[in-house]
């Protein structure tokens, strides 16, 4: 059996990544996408979002069982020092810790870029996802009142948000994720025992 890892997403992950997430948009309210994106499209997610963005996966035995990544929370440039957040974990690798390390190593990585807060948005109740964010320093921060209808019925939305470093006055601009992969801060987030 070989160690887990934590690693930037590839194209080729793609497939992969669709399986994890396809039961969220078919069967879940994790996300309010309805209509399975395919792999084709999210490959190019991949792609576009690492353009700016980190993308993460965990891997165990060649497989992936988890990702992660972090997004634009809003497109005026003020906010370009805030980021919403977002992690999936396949259903046969729930309960392990997984969640929490990955999502660990996605904040460290924003954090290393210059972003000041991350944001978690959370289709209510959404008990665990809640008790993860909260157990990671994440505060709630509002709700949006039965913002999306899926499956049947409404929901309502809670946001969380999380200071990952004071800000500054002014601020440095963000690093663009590729201009950071190969800095030895990212590879010894990456490097270190994910347990």
Known sequence: M??????IAHNEDAAAIHAIYAPSITDGVATFETELPGVAAMRERIHARLQYYPWLVWEEDGAVLAYAYAGRFRERAAYDWIAETSIYVRADAHRRGIA???YGVLLDTMRLQGINQAVGVITLPGTVS????EAMGFSAAGVWRQCGYKLGQWWDVGVWQKELQPA???PQPVIPFP????STDLQRLLAA???
């Open 100 to 102: 929490r390390r990955l």
């Open 179 to 182: 201009a950071m992969v190969e």
């Open 2 to 7: 070989l160690k887990p890892m934590i690693r």
């Open 193 to 195: 025992p994910p347990g």
């Open 168 to 170: 500054a006055s002014p």
């Open 130 to 133: 809640v008790a993860m964010h």
